[in-house]
């Protein structure tokens, strides 16, 4: 059978090819080039986005489809999402940057997960949070008899497009901040976003309410700087961190290069994540004024990390045989990110119940 191309597809392939081609583009350009060598892996399961990929298009959302399936780390870094997809005919008919476009389509992603049920039992004028932080969204109207729900008075035109795991998936009439070109700034502020005030029934992510590390950023930037297996693992597993450290406020990563089982969440790729994290925030030359055999407690119960070797004579810094190759390649006032040579090796430990 001949292949049939039909003219009005060129706009939708054109749009989705600019955006890919941006996000490759700014991946690259950040990532430190003694990391680059592992080709991008994506942030989620194939088979998750390849179901909610396929619910988005028998619905009719083709663009956001392609770009769920190709590139689900726009969307899917946090250990929740709402996805409020946007048609096709918005994004086709509209002059966007891509940098604008990305952004865009973060802040139509919430780190928290809705389903229809959810939303309609929102108060009208509550907000919540967005990828794109720190804009919000906010429901404007709610119909519980009529299942109506309007977020920045654009209609939730398909609820429950897809609900699988940690992932709900809504179609909208409309993108909810405007596409003008009149619009554009140069940066994430060309975004008009509802002011939530003080009554306004704010919904925080549970980073924010009960761990204040920073955890969608860091992962996000671990993405971005080349660590792309640590960051997916760390994704993987994070809910599981955030139920047993809730009052933590800093971390120190121990980030490597490659690491293993990040195929799907399991018991030994828990444990391999938590040996890589301190429970403060450490610096570098902090590092480096401890004594050698100085034992580090991790977030992996019974299991510590132990520096290796003396800074002073070798000026190399080790942790368990395993050289900080970049230190303090990342950094905030809550967390701390050192590269190291290659990932640290678990005991065999018994397996605990939590």
Request: glycine share 4%; net charge positive; aromatic share 8%.
């Amino acid at each position: 059978m001949a292949f049939c191309y039909r003219w009005w597809h060129a706009p939708i392939y054109f749009t989705i090819s600019v955006v890919l081609a941006f996000i490759a583009i700014s991946t690259a350009l950040n990532s430190p080039s003694s990391y680059d060598t592992t080709p991008p892996t994506r942030p989620i399961s194939h088979h998750l986005s390849l179901n909610a990929s396929i619910a988005l298009r028998r619905s009719g959302f083709n663009i956001m489809s392609t770009l769920l399936l190709i590139s689900p780390e726009i969307f899917l870094l946090s250990p929740s999402s709402t996805i409020f997809a946007i048609k096709d005919s918005s994004l086709v008919n509209a002059s966007l940057p891509p940098w604008f476009l990305k952004h865009l389509l973060q802040y139509h992603t919430s780190p928290l997960i809705f389903t229809m049920d959810d939303l309609l039992k929102k108060p009208q004028g509550s907000c919540f949070p967005t990828l794109l932080r720190p804009k919000n969204v906010a429901v404007t109207k709610v119909g519980a008899k009529e299942r109506l729900v309007e977020i920045n008075h654009v209609l939730v035109s398909h609820p429950d497009i897809f609900i699988e795991g940690n992932v709900a998936i809504h179609g909208v009439l409309g993108p909810f901040s405007s596409l003008g070109s009149q619009d554009f700034g140069k940066n994430w502020d060309s975004i008009r976003a509802p002011i939530c005030d003080a009554n306004s029934s704010l919904v925080l992510d549970v980073s924010d309410t009960k761990n204040l590390v920073e955890w969608t950023r860091i992962v996000r930037l671990l993405s971005s700087n080349g660590f792309v297996s640590f960051a997916i693992g760390l994704n993987s597993v994070l809910a599981g961190i955030l139920e047993d450290y809730r009052g933590l406020n800093s971390v120190t990563i121990f980030a490597p290069p490659e690491l293993a089982f990040v195929a799907s969440p399991s018991p030994m790729l828990d444990k391999i994540v938590r040996l890589h994290i301190l429970p403060q925030r450490v610096t570098f030359s902090q590092l480096a004024l401890l004594p050698g055999k100085t034992m580090l407690r991790t977030l992996l119960p019974n299991q510590e990390l132990e520096i290796t070797g003396d800074f002073n004579i070798t000026k190399v810094l080790a942790i368990n045989g395993v050289e900080i190759a970049v230190p303090e390649i990342l950094s905030s006032k809550k967390f701390m990110v050192h590269g190291i040579s290659q990932a640290f090796k678990v005991a065999e430990l018994p397996t605990t119940s939590r």
